[in-house]
């Protein structure tokens, strides 16, 4: 008899937060802080939101890239991936509301992998199809670039 797979599940996270600036984390059996920098009243004890938005989308983009590689034949590797985030910081300074704070977003994957560029260009287009933090981005209206290029 084959398991089916759940098609919607429910996630779950929780945060004690002992500052205006530091959340600890709860998800699953897991523990991490996110924290502003000393500069701006934090402890400095882990990346900032915003910082954690944009390590999200480059962990989704490793995830759901290795699965489409895996699914196409690919052999991609190990990925590096450098992200650079264009931010209006606006929002958050509470000067103005923001409708798009995260302006652009640009990676760059480099695969260590035997694949040659048509074959990543391949899982490119389909990673794009279907990361979700990637989609939440651009619905969000971020420009989203992601280069994928050979070691």
């Not at 048509?118 to 280069?147: D, H, I, M, Q």
Request: include cysteine; charged fraction near 25%; charge should be negative.
């Amino acid at each position: 008899m084959a398991i089916r797979m759940k098609t919607s599940v429910k996630l779950r996270v929780s945060a004690d937060c002992p500052s205006h600036s530091r959340a600890d984390v709860n998800v699953r059996d897991l523990n991490f802080t996110i924290d502003e920098p000393e500069a701006r009243g934090g402890t400095n004890l882990g990346p900032t939101p915003t910082e954690t938005a944009i390590a999200a989308l480059v962990g989704c983009v490793n995830v759901i890239g290795s699965k489409c590689a895996e699914s196409l034949g690919v052999d991609i590797g190990r990925l590096t991936i450098n992200a650079e985030c264009e931010f209006d910081r606006r929002g958050v300074t509470l000067r103005e509301e923001i409708e798009v704070p995260f302006t652009s977003e640009a990676l760059e994957v480099i695969a260590s992998g035997a694949a040659d560029q048509e074959a990543l260009n391949r899982v490119a287009a389909e990673t794009e199809k279907y990361c979700p933090l990637s989609k939440l981005f651009r619905a969000a209206g971020t420009k989203v670039e992601v280069t994928w290029q050979r070691a």
